[in-house]
């Protein structure tokens, strides 16, 4: 048990040490660390890219949700302005009052 304890207590201090980086077959461990690096890399951009679209999505569900408000405003303005008191209204300035005699329809007889 105590050997044991000596040869793992061995190689961690050669770890630590570094000398798996610096040993006659250190060319291995280098591609490993390169394609291990390679990979983090690769997933650090792949995570910020997602960030980005995280952000741009909330982005643009907040300017959907102004766009809307804009438009239901908008809506019910137009809703104000189209009814028959508003017209009478904004026409009274010119003159322009309501007929007393409604309207009547005039029917065309088609030629043959």
């Excluded at 077959?25 to 650090?44: C, G, T, V």
């Amino acid at each position: 048990m105590y050997e044991e304890f000596k040869i793992m207590k061995k190689n961690i201090y050669s770890i630590l040490r570094g000398k798996f980086l610096v040993s006659d077959d250190s060319f291995k461990n280098w591609r490993i660390i390169i394609w291990i690096s390679f990979l983090a890399i690769i997933m650090i951009a792949s995570s910020h890219s997602a960030d980005q679209k995280v952000y741009e999505i909330a982005r643009l569900k907040n300017e959907v949700k102004e766009l809307r408000s804009a438009f239901v405003d908008g809506r019910s303005k137009l809703m104000r302005l189209k009814m028959e008191s508003s017209i009478i209204k904004k026409v009274a300035d010119k003159g322009i009052v309501i007929s007393e005699i409604p309207p009547k329809k005039i029917k065309v007889k088609a030629q043959d």
